[in-house]
């Protein structure tokens, strides 16, 4: 039987070193002193299947994996994922807040690994329908701010010279999202100080009409 | 760099008991006697991805995996599979006769679990293209006969009696897949003698243009 009021559902983005845990818990606390019951999650992972999948993923990777076999085994884990944890507590009213979701598979292997961003959209069809959380926070600050923060080395290599690359694609990728769809995905100044970020994030909350009490 | 001459896509099909091992062995060694180089491979499977993919759809259907989960690993077994082992020996004008694939993911998720054809469809474009075998040939018999060759009990119990509904609407969704698309599917009369079967076997490669001399 469903609850009539379905609940929200709220993804949270952003390259390495930009807050995402401890802004994860701002806005958790946020929404359940406005009355929201928080079912927090994450992914890759979130169920049984979406781990195992998630360990042959990483344990796989140095075979040179194929492109097509990668992203159907991440679609693989975020459908079992939907349906076991995500669509169940939407439809018990409760609100959902995701570590990562879609728009980390458009920006990481659309962006920084350059696979064709149409076969994942068709992929996104296949297994949300039309499901897309009602909002998307991207933690968004310069590739060297999140180095800087994870590391105390200022001086990058040559594989983090790479690396850099490769996040510039996907920090860009994620900027051209929140610009495509502003009504559901935005970004937030994550290069500042923890409280003027969080101070953004509570705007945004309210921007986008998350923080509506529950009674 | 590929081969100017493109290899065959031969796969076999059909439900447990009908004699796709020996049938299999059998082609081989016809279309080895007539120069082709042949590749024999199975789905599930045929890579080390695909062989963990399928410990994993096995180890995990106790827990109700869900029906879109299930369907997205087989199709990341079969990209591998593809992009491993397929397409680069097809390339390299070999012969490549699989036991299963696509079909059978019609007729055992399609036809059996009843699973929506449509979504099989659109996974079948995203992940082969234009791609399909040059002929697949499906040993058809009753379910009673591949029953009968499988155990040699005659009364069958309630979970058997369940286990046959299911394995009609196999059949019967393998026997469709032949209406639909003659130009390449093929259906073979397995309930004859071994030796019967291998002549109407004999006469579809030939009528399918499969067996032209190679050089």
């Not at 796989?60 to 194929?66: A, P, T, V, Y």
């Not at 694609?169 to 994550?190: M, T």
Request: proline content about 3%.
């Amino acid at each position: 039987m469903k609850n009539e009021k379905q609940g929200k559902f709220i993804t949270l983005e952003g390259i390495e070193g930009v807050g995402k845990t401890s802004n994860l818990r701002f806005i958790k606390e946020l929404l359940e002193s406005s009355g929201h019951d928080c079912v927090v999650t994450r992914e890759p992972g979130g169920t049984n299947l979406g781990e195992a999948l998630r360990g042959l993923l990483l344990s796989h990777s140095d075979e040179n994996m194929s492109a097509d076999a990668e992203l159907l085994m991440m679609f693989a884990a975020r459908a079992e994922h939907l349906s076991k944890v995500i669509l169940p507590a939407i439809d018990n009213g409760q609100t959902v807040l995701c570590d990562r979701f879609t728009e980390a598979t458009y920006a990481y292997q659309g962006g920084g690994r350059r696979l064709d961003v149409d076969k994942i959209s068709e992929l996104e069809d296949w297994v949300q329908g039309d499901l897309r959380p009602n909002l998307t926070i991207i933690l968004d600050a310069p590739v060297e701010v999140g180095r800087a923060r994870a590391s105390s080395r200022s001086e990058p290599d040559r594989i983090e010279k790479e690396q850099d690359d490769f996040f510039q694609r996907v920090r860009k990728a994620y900027i051209e999202l929140a610009e495509h769809y502003p009504d559901r995905i935005c970004l937030v100044d994550a290069s500042k100080e923890l409280a003027e970020v969080q101070h953004q994030i509570h705007e945004r909350l309210g921007e986008y009409d998350i923080l509506t009490t529950i009674d």
